[in-house]
């Protein structure tokens, strides 16, 4: 069924309201009821830059799915979609805007974290980033590894592998789940301690991983 032409101008109208008003929670919350399950997809580019949404996102997919459980995989497809395509104008904006724009916005220490990350772990890093919850600093992450140029590719391949994994994992959770879990995500502790169990058990992961590509395999001895 065609949208109808007014749509999509009313919709980028709403949500340039979001962004005015912080990206609050009842704002996004009136967009989603209003266009449906579509306006996660620029409510989720706005996730993927530096304005702070204070992980809305997550709740509003969560909700949706929680609402229409059939439906999951739908939402968590318009949530990964316009997270990759917020990732990739985050990306461009730190290519333009080079590392020294970034140490007047965070300063050299966390700069130098981020760069150091993204040194050591390339596109593992960036998988970290967008599969972790707030407060994990990921649009931090995708301007810098713009800043240093980590090849596109391979930062839109963990980008989309990061999000289609998480909005994939709260759909089907909240789908099964219901209210119980909207309940949970609800509660500012509960999320943050998901965010500190979620965070660090990936960044464990991928440091141990890389630990094991890096250590040398022996060679196989040959007889006399």
Do not use: C
């Not at 007014?6 to 266009?35: D, Y």
């Amino acid at each position: 069924m065609a949208l109808n032409p007014n749509f999509w101008p009313a919709l980028l109208a709403a949500v340039w309201q979001a962004k005015k008003k912080a990206a609050t929670h009842s704002t996004s919350l009136t967009l989603v009821r209003q266009f449906g399950g579509i306006a996660l997809v620029p409510l989720a580019v706005l996730d993927s830059t530096i304005i702070p949404t204070f992980g809305s996102l997550d709740l509003l997919t969560a909700w949706l799915a929680v609402g229409d459980p059939e439906r999951w995989w739908y939402y968590a497809l318009m949530s990964t979609a316009g997270s990759l395509i917020g990732a990739l104008i985050t990306y461009r904006m730190g290519a333009k805007m080079g590392e020294w724009w970034i140490e007047r916005k965070i300063g050299r220490r966390h700069l130098q974290q981020l760069h150091d990350a993204i040194d050591r772990r390339g596109s593992g890093a960036i998988f970290v980033a967008t599969i972790a919850p707030p407060p994990f600093p990921g649009p931090w992450f995708f301007i810098v590894a713009g800043a240093l140029a980590l090849p596109r590719k391979k930062f839109a391949a963990a980008a989309l592998l990061g999000r289609a994994l998480r909005y994939g994992l709260v759909t089907l959770v909240a789908a099964h789940y219901g209210r119980v879990f909207l309940r949970y995500l609800r509660h500012p502790l509960h999320y943050v301690l998901i965010s500190v169990i979620v965070t660090a058990s990936l960044i464990a992961a991928v440091i141990l991983f890389g630990m094991r590509r890096s250590t040398p395999q022996p060679s196989a001895s040959t007889g006399a």
